[in-house]
C-alpha cells in the first residue's frame, strides 16, 4: 500500500516570504510516480508537475521549485517569493508502478495563506 | 478545449432523496476518474473507467452509489438514497489514452459541492 503525508496542515506567511511545503511518501514499489496539485479558492485541481522514481533532479519553474530526494523519501516544493495568489490548497500525490494510470493516492493537503 | 465539465456545481438535497452528478471528460481522454473530497478523509479515489468500461470500483463506499459512463463523452455519478455523510466535494477527472503513461497528469473538473441536509 502506498500513502503520502503533508504534515504540515496550514501555513501562513507574508507576501514575498518563502515557503516549503513538505510531502513524504510511502510505497515498496520502486517505480513510482509523485505528482503535486494545486486547489485555489474556485475548486479545481491544476496539476503543478510530475517526478518518477527514476529522475531526482530538481526542477525550478518561475518561482516554484522542487526538491526530490529519494533517500528520504520526500519530494517538497518551495515558492519563492510568494505572492497572495499562490494562496490555495496544495497537494502532493502519488502513483506506484503497477497500479493504474490516473490512480492518484493524495496527501491531506496543505493550506497555504499569503497575507498582503 | 473546455476542460472536464461537471454538472451542478453545487447541489442541496434531503436525505433520502436521488442524486446524479454529471461529467464530461476532455475529448479524447479515455480514462475517467470519479475523486471525493472530504475534510476527514481527504481525497479518495471512487471509482474509474477505461475506454467506458468500469476497470476499478473498490473505492466505491457502499451499494448506495453507481456510476455509469453510457459513452465517451459522459459519465454519472448516483447516490440512492443520499445520506448527509455522503456531503462532500466530487471531482471528476481525465486522462489520455494515447500515449498515456504513468506519469501522465490527470485533469480535473472544478467539481460538485454536495450537501445532503
Known amino acids: 500500500a502506498q500513502k503520502v503525508t503533508q504534515a504540515q496542515t496550514e501555513i501562513s506567511v507574508v507576501e514575498k516570504e518563502d515557503v516549503t511545503l513538505d510531502c513524504v511518501y510511502e510505497t515498496r514499489d520502486t517505480t513510482y510516480y509523485l505528482f503535486w496539485y494545486k486547489q485555489p479558492p474556485s475548486g479545481e485541481l491544476v496539476f503543478l508537475i510530475r517526478?518518477?522514481?527514476?529522475?531526482?533532479q530538481n526542477e525550478i519553474s518561475g518561482r516554484y521549485s522542487w526538491n526530490f530526494q529519494k533517500s528520504t523519501s520526500s519530494f517538497n516544493f518551495t515558492i519563492t517569493a510568494s505572492q497572495v495568489v499562490d494562496s490555495a490548497v496544495y497537494f502532493c500525490a502519488l502513483i506506484a508502478g503497477g497500479t493504474s494510470y490516473g490512480k492518484l493516492t493524495f496527501g491531506q493537503g496543505t493550506i497555504l495563506t499569503v497575507h498582503p | 478545449d473546455a476542460g472536464v465539465i461537471q454538472s451542478p456545481r453545487h447541489e442541496v438535497t434531503e436525505m433520502g432523496q436521488e442524486v446524479t452528478l454529471r461529467c464530461k471528460p476532455i475529448?479524447?481522454?479515455?480514462?475517467l476518474f470519479w475523486y471525493r473530497q472530504t475534510m476527514m478523509r481527504g481525497l479518495e479515489l471512487l471509482i474509474y473507467f477505461n475506454n467506458n468500461v468500469p476497470i476499478d470500483d473498490s473505492g466505491m463506499p457502499e451499494d448506495r452509489f453507481s456510476a455509469k459512463m453510457p459513452n465517451a463523452s459522459f459519465s454519472t455519478l448516483k447516490i440512492q438514497p443520499s445520506e448527509p455523510r455522503d456531503s462532500a466535494v466530487y471531482f471528476c477527472?481525465?486522462?489520455?489514452?494515447?500515449?498515456?503513461?504513468?506519469?501522465?497528469?490527470?485533469?480535473f473538473g472544478q467539481g460538485t459541492r454536495l450537501t445532503v441536509v
Open positions: 477527472a481525465s486522462i489520455a489514452g494515447q500515449g498515456v503513461s504513468f506519469d501522465t497528469e490527470a485533469f
Open positions: 475529448s479524447g481522454h479515455d480514462y
Open positions: 517526478r518518477n522514481s527514476f529522475d531526482e
